[in-house]
């Protein structure tokens, strides 16, 4: 599975855990609607800014974010 | 700082304490040895693929060098 999939896969549960739509995270981390829908489809390969930008609504930290990655990675 | 300014500084600092040139971490990250200087500058916005990437040779976690990130962000 490539790190972009993994990533949308991250994003879609964390976003679904917080009850957020991805028009509300859309919203809230000041990024299109459909770039989220992209990067929830592994379509993207987002940049450390990008995920800084979507960690302060979903709560948590980029650290952590990456946490989760890893453990489907390694 | 800027986050990508924050990042070329972190990567120099763990890149100079593995006593590693831009050069040989280019090699083994499989990057741009320009490119690394770019981003060393925070001249670029670094995917979390080039992230991965770069952690390999530097030896340390994904989350590990966000980590380094958000002690200057936050």
Do not use: W
């Not at 993207?44 to 960690?55: K, Y």
């Amino acid at each position: 599975m490539s790190i972009e999939v993994i990533f949308g896969k991250v994003l879609r549960n964390i976003r679904e855990d917080k009850k957020l739509s991805q028009e509300q995270l859309a919203h809230l981390s000041e990024l299109d609607r459909t770039y989220i829908s992209l990067l929830e489809r592994g379509k993207r390969r987002p940049t450390i800014n990008t995920l800084i930008a979507l960690c302060k609504p979903l709560g948590l930290k980029p650290s952590e974010f990456l946490g989760e990655i890893e453990k489907e990675l390694y």
